[in-house]
Every structure is written in C-alpha cells, then in structure tokens.
C-alpha cells in the first residue's frame, strides 16, 4: 500500500509562484516514476508533469511547459511541482500519483495511488 499527501496549494495572484509537495510512504519511493495531474470541475484529469524514478527525465504539457518544474527527492521520499507565472487558467485541484516501475508517463491509467488533491486557485 502507498500513501500520497500533497500539500502547498492555496490562494495566489496571476503571475506569482507556489510549489506543491507529495509526501509518499509505504513503499520504495525511489523506485517509482511521479507524475502531477489536475482537474476542474466537470473536466477529466489532465496531465501535467512527470518524472522518472532516478529524476533524470521529465515531461511537461504544453500548457505549462517553461512555467513549472517537476523535481524528485528520494531521500525525503517527496516530489515537489513549482509553479511560476501562474495563470488563471491554472487554477485546479492538483493531484500527485505514483505508478509501477521507473519511467515516466502522461497517461493516468498508468497510475496506481494518488494522493487526496490540493486546492489551486490563481485570481487574475
């Protein structure tokens, strides 16, 4: 069993920054590949970020491609998404995952534990 608690969201103004946090537990953290997901009401779940298991590798959306940053601390078994330049368009229930092996990956089925989601709301 793996647990994910994310943390970090909040209330920012367009164009500021915030960095959510992913804590995970209850299994080798540094075996597996990370991604960031979000979604809006009445909207599916979409990709953000991901990262390999070793942080070597990473991918973005589009949408937020030169804006955020995925980054992995194996030590502290926590993965972290900073985000600058937010946007309203931004604004979403942020969601970390973890999934099976060590490659990184935009495709939620991919993924087999999620975390609880944190709020982010960007005012313009």
């Known amino acids: 069993q793996v647990q994910l608690a994310e943390s970090g969201g909040g209330l920012v103004q367009a164009g500021d920054s915030l960095r959510l946090s992913c804590a995970a537990s209850?299994?080798?953290?540094?075996?597996?590949?990370m991604g960031w997901f979000r979604q809006t009401p009445g909207k599916a779940r979409e990709f953000v970020a991901t990262i390999s298991r070793s942080g070597g590798s990473t991918a973005y959306a589009d949408s937020v491609k030169g804006r955020f940053t995925i980054s992995k601390d194996n030590a502290k078994n926590t993965v972290y998404l900073q985000m600058n330049s937010m946007k309203p368009e931004d604004t979403a229930v942020y969601y970390c995952a973890t999934k099976s092996g060590p490659y990184p990956s935009d495709r939620s089925y991919d993924y087999a534990y999620w975390g609880q989601g944190t709020q982010v709301t960007v005012s313009s």
């Open positions: 209850g299994r080798t953290f540094s075996s597996s590949a």
